[in-house]
């Protein structure tokens, strides 16, 4: 049987602890999953203060939101770091292999171009990665364990908020007076791709009045 934690009760630890144990057993080939949202900001924070030269990736599918590019370049300056880019296909190369509005016609294909395709490059020659994923997002989050083994991409996955609320999240935010994307301000609490993505509370806002709650990153 796999493990990371050579015995510690992984999930009696708080975030800050998880961070510790996943960057002391797997620094440098574990890479931090950023998508600019809430989440990431707290994990930016406890990721580069605990080390600096810790790696962090997104994936850009180059249907991002105007705030979400510029935020990216606040952070990049904010920490003095180079996040490593993972893309699908431009706008132009997907219409003209699979149509315009693909993301009407076939969310599913549409995100496995530009988010799972890029993820599976991202991580190949990791031991791990770490996300924000919480449990309260949705029903298909609630069982995300803070250090799993991620049987789809043979390496493991660590989620240090996972037992966080969206208060938590927040009040450290507030605590350390860290940058946000401001479309949360604007009621987006949570952020992807221009075409897909609403206002709305939790993950209501992602893909909005049809029956697609992922993009097939987590699940």
Known sequence: MRTLSGGIDVEALTAHEVVDLVLERLHPRVALACSFQKEGSVLLDMILTREPRARVFTL???????????????????????????????????????????????????????????????????????????????????????VGWDDRHELWKASPLADWSDEDVWAYIRERDLPVNPLHERGYASLGCTHCTRPGEGREGRWAGTAKTECGLHV
Do not use: M, N
């Not at 300056?77 to 699979?98: D, F, K, M, N, W």
């Not at 309260?136 to 989050?141: F, L, N």
């Open 60 to 146: 850009d599918t180059h249907l991002l939101f105007p705030e979400t590019y510029r935020f990216w370049a606040e952070t990049e300056r904010r920490y003095g770091i180079e996040i490593e880019v993972h893309s699908g296909p431009s706008l132009g190369r997907q219409a003209a292999t699979h149509g315009d509005a693909l993301w009407r016609r076939d969310p599913e294909l549409c995100c496995s171009i530009r988010k799972v395709a890029p993820l599976a490059r991202a991580l190949g020659g990791l031991d791990g990665w770490i996300t924000g994923v919480r449990r309260d997002q949705s029903a298909t989050r609630a069982g995300t364990p803070k």
